[in-house]
């Protein structure tokens, strides 16, 4: 997957949630009951959803990227059609509905650790149905964002779409963020994940998705549903694994204070797909998602310190890949 492509007029489609965030900073976040006012370090307003995350951060590597997703005709709809267009992403597929709201989520950031509110409003309405085949055929990858949250929705006919892309040489990865639900997938999402190249979980994911006590059991049970396997594994960097082969990814420690985590394992998506589509190995692109995600965590939000390639290059070299787990 090196360079551009004949007919490949977009690097990557990223198909899933488009919402803002509502952002709150605070050395205690935490609201209390009673009508009492708490003080905090600020609340913004910025770009919000997986999806839109990864995509955001994909450009800002210098992928030619479009995202498919759905919002309300308001004016936080309004925000996010900016927001993406100033970043560069092509938001054609980006489907408004009348008469129903753009979700939008909450989150209450302390550092590394975040709690999240989210209404759904009409992100929840995406189907497979609404990503434009011309618009696949033209894609190098697709990416899907958020599974857990569009389970009902997107989840029927994603893997028919996922076979699709695979078929006409379309590169897959998904990511399937929390289940709300609590009952992480069935035999829908291992459907899918039979035509998923790349699954990318953290840790917490990982053993919910496969239902193994640890990280050690986990990772085969994913590999023998299809996918090569990518676990992010936070401050301590990554795990990947492709069949028995094993890589484990020790980053860096930042030189910079962690602001906010928020998108961070977004920004690393969106890092592992730019490595993939430059030709690295999957160990190698590892390294460069998460010296995105490291680099993301540097300002509030999930894209603000969002790195370009050639600073996530450099703080990528400065990482270890090693063999085996450890």
Not at 308 to 317: H, R
């Amino acid at each position: 997957m090196t360079g551009s492509e004949p007919g490949r007029a977009i690097d990557l489609l990223v198909v899933g949630d488009c919402n803002p965030d509502v952002l709150v900073l605070g050395d205690d976040v935490t609201p209390e009951f009673g009508q009492q006012e708490k003080l905090v370090t600020s609340i913004s307003l910025v770009v919000g959803g997986s999806a839109a995350i990864t995509a955001v951060a994909a450009a800002r590597l210098g992928l030619r990227v479009a995202l498919a997703a759905t919002i309300g005709a308001d004016p936080a709809g309004d925000f996010m059609l900016g927001q993406l267009a100033a970043a560069g992403v092509d938001t054609a597929a980006v489907l408004t509905r009348p008469g129903q709201g753009t979700g939008m989520t909450v989150a209450l950031s302390h550092g590394a650790d975040r709690a999240i509110i989210t209404a759904v409003g009409a992100m929840t309405s995406l189907t497979a149905g609404d990503v434009p085949r011309g618009l696949l055929r033209r894609t190098r990858h697709l990416h899907i964002s958020s599974y857990f949250l569009l389970e009902q929705s997107l989840g029927p006919g994603l893997a028919e779409l996922l076979a699709e892309a695979q078929a006409g040489g379309t590169t897959t990865s998904l990511d399937t963020n929390w289940d709300p639900t609590g009952c992480w997938g069935g035999d829908q999402l291992r459907a899918a994940l039979a035509h998923t190249d790349f699954l990318l979980p953290n840790e917490t994911e990982a053993q919910r998705i496969s239902g193994a006590a640890t990280l050690r059991a986990a990772v085969p049970a994913l590999t023998a549903l299809g996918p090569r396997v990518v676990v992010k594994l936070g401050a301590r960097g990554a795990l990947c694994a492709d069949g028995n082969d094993c890589h484990r990814i020790v980053p860096k420690v930042p030189d910079h204070a962690v602001v906010d985590a928020t998108g961070a394992g977004d920004c690393f998506n969106a890092g592992l797909i730019a490595g993939l589509l430059r030709g690295l190995d999957l160990p190698l692109a590892a390294r460069l998602g998460c010296a995105a995600g490291s680099a993301s965590t540097a300002a509030a939000g999930g894209t603000a310190a969002a790195p370009t390639l050639a600073a996530a290059l450099e703080l990528a070299d400065s990482a270890v890949v090693r063999p085996g787990w450890r």
